[in-house]
């Protein structure tokens, strides 16, 4: 049985899911037949391969027996990632704060090997500064910040973090120029932002680039990041978000219509180098 090395719980449980599919298929039983077998439904056997559920342990040990996995070796070392899955990610003091569908963006997040994002109107999550999150988070009012308001920013420079870890993801960001005009927390913010801007892109596994005025608009009509990974039971993913929630894409032709679009963004833009000039010309203006 393959180990599931994947940072994050919900990676993990994604792998898991995979591997229980796998042996279901094995044993030739039907979701339906499984989920009887665990006093449950198809549905939730299909939940459970999916990765959108937790695991109980009782309801592993049913289904192990019932897909044949007799050696009490293989049967423990199952169990352990099950275990595994169900420990809370780093994020979990947190929980209060996040949706379960953007706790899940989280838990992706640490684990994709490439991050590609388009941002329309903010400068992206992960290399925000703290004075321009704090601006965002708290709807241009920061010093009306509330405790709530201080723990959602240190929740967002806590997110950075997988930029500088030993795992870190290729991260190739694209914004929009208007990115760069729209004064968040006004000009000293965004001067200090397009600073630490022009400090990650230092970072070999970071890059941005700029769609400037002219092509703006063309190649994409909103913001989408792309989460790829190089565990083969993780599928890529496009994360679209929304005023009332998120949405998860994974099917072939949804990726490579996505895929596409960024990389007609990547040719549009200014290169990372011209990008890099263009943030040192955007701040003298400021």
Do not use: C
């Not at 929980?95 to 992206?124: I, K």
């Not at 959602?152 to 929009?176: E, F, G, Y």
């Amino acid at each position: 049985m393959a180990e599931a090395q994947s940072g994050g719980p919900t990676a993990r449980r994604i792998v898991l899911g995979s591997q229980l599919r796998r042996l279901r298929e094995r044993a030739e039983i039907t979701r339906a037949e499984a989920g009887y077998h665990i006093r449950g439904s198809e549905s939730k056997i299909s939940r459970m391969e999916l990765g959108r559920v937790g695991f109980k342990e009782r309801d592993i040990v049913d289904l192990l027996a019932l897909y044949g996995v007799d050696d009490p070796t293989e049967r423990d070392q199952f169990l352990d990632l099950v275990r595994q899955a169900g420990e809370p990610g780093w994020w979990h003091r947190y929980s209060d704060l996040m949706p379960t569908w953007f706790q899940d963006l989280v838990g992706l997040q640490e684990a994709a090997s490439r991050l590609q994002m388009y941002e329309l109107q903010f400068v992206p999550g992960l290399l925000q500064t703290e004075e321009y999150a704090r601006a965002l988070v708290s709807q241009g009012r920061p010093d009306l910040a509330t405790a709530e308001t201080e723990r959602l920013v240190a929740l967002r420079m806590s997110r950075q973090n997988i930029l500088r870890s030993l795992s870190a993801p290729k991260l190739w960001a694209v914004v929009d120029e208007s990115v760069l005009h729209r004064p968040i927390g006004g000009a000293r913010v965004l001067r200090e932002q397009i600073d630490h801007l022009l400090e990650v892109t230092r970072l070999p596994n970071v890059t941005l680039q700029v769609v400037p005025y002219a092509l703006s608009g063309y190649a994409a009509e909103g913001s989408f990041s792309i989460l790829r990974f190089t565990e083969p039971e993780l599928p890529d993913l496009v994360y679209l978000e929304h005023l009332g929630g998120a949405a998860y894409l994974d099917r072939p032709e949804e990726i490579e219509r996505y895929s596409r679009v960024a990389d007609r963004l990547t040719v549009d833009a200014e290169t990372p180098s011209h990008t890099r000039q263009f943030l040192v010309k955007r701040r003298q203006e400021i």
